[in-house]
């Protein structure tokens, strides 16, 4: 998907600790939820999840450390 984007972008990214709400924080910029979350005390996040917010703007969710 990166490389069939040919204009500068805006990356977005949050990284941190598991379970800490990056996903929510995340979710709480785009609107409705798109990134995974749960109650339990499993991580949801597998990897880099991107999301285009638009033509310009990507945000990048990332696996918890830790």
Same mark, same amino acid.
């Given at each position: 998907m990166l490389c069939t984007i040919d204009t500068p972008l805006t990356i977005v990214s949050v990284i941190g600790r598991y379970r @800490?709400?990056?996903?929510?924080?995340l979710n709480g910029l785009v609107?409705?939820?798109?990134f995974a979350t749960s109650s339990t005390v499993q991580a949801q996040t597998k990897g880099?999840? @991107?999301?285009?917010l638009d033509d310009k703007t990507l945000l990048m969710d990332t696996e918890g450390l830790g």
């Open positions: @800490i709400g990056t996903s929510s924080l609107g409705p939820p798109t880099i999840l @991107i999301h285009r």
